[in-house]
């Protein structure tokens, strides 16, 4: 069965880096991208981009330009979001979310973030 | 970007009854229009994909409908495990949106 399996809650401080992985399992990983969605807590979802795993070739919603990378390992059917610089902003759960073209299908159990000081 | 609104933000509705969801986008989507569920402290789970199509698995209670700019999730028979929020989204162009969401509850 198709699964994506999300590495476990993160403590961090403003400043830091944080690095969630998204494993996959269940289907042929560079057949299907990968997005990131960003849920702040008691908020709706934010769509923040997504990785061709064919290509590697990442794209960023506006507002996740800069401290935010997207990046493979293919070999492990593994993507990950990286967040430079952490703000107390970036603190909320992100998601992995596989796309069969644009439309997301399945979805990892979410990793949190607390960003504090 | 195209701005995605679901009017109401909270809905109650009696076990038993029917529910209508609806969500207008600012720009017409082509039926490029999805529907989530999400339950507190889960991923959210894809139920209709080209606004009518109900996913594998989704129980036949949730249909889609609409075109252009305005789309409905209609829930038949209201069950308790159908309370959770519920997202729009479009994924015609970039970057893809999602609705406020819509919070149901038993009444």
């Known amino acids: 069965q198709i699964q994506l399996v999300q590495s476990g809650p993160e403590l961090k401080k403003p400043g830091e880096t944080v690095k969630i992985s998204c494993k996959a399992s269940?289907?042929?990983?560079?057949?299907?991208?990968m997005n990131w969605v960003k849920q702040a807590p008691g908020k709706g979802l934010k769509w923040m981009g997504w990785i061709n795993t064919y290509t590697g070739e990442p794209t960023y919603a506006d507002d996740f330009k800069g401290r935010f990378a997207f990046s493979l390992e293919t070999s492990a059917s593994t993507a990950y979001l990286q967040i430079n610089n952490l703000k107390n902003e970036d603190t909320a759960t992100y998601f992995c979310?596989?796309?069969?073209?644009?439309?997301?299908?399945?979805w990892g159990q979410g990793t949190s973030v607390t960003v504090s000081s | 970007d195209i701005q995605m609104t679901q009017s109401s933000s909270y809905l109650s509705v009696s076990l038993g009854g029917r529910v209508t969801i609806t969500c207008k986008a600012s720009d017409h989507i082509n039926n490029w229009l999805a529907w989530y569920q999400q339950k507190p402290g889960n991923a959210p789970r894809l139920l209709i994909s080209?606004?009518?199509s109900l996913e594998t698995g989704v129980p036949s209670r949730f249909s889609g409908s609409g075109s252009g700019k305005d789309y409905t999730l209609s829930i038949t028979s209201l069950q308790t495990e159908d309370v959770a929020t519920y997202y729009c989204?479009?994924?015609?162009?970039?970057?893809?949106?999602f609705g406020g969401g819509t919070k149901l509850e038993i009444k």
């Open positions: 989204q479009q994924y015609w162009s970039t970057p893809y949106t």
């Open positions: 080209g606004a009518t």
């Open positions: 979310a596989r796309s069969e073209g644009p439309l997301m299908d399945y």
């Open positions: 269940g289907y042929t990983f560079t057949n299907y991208g």
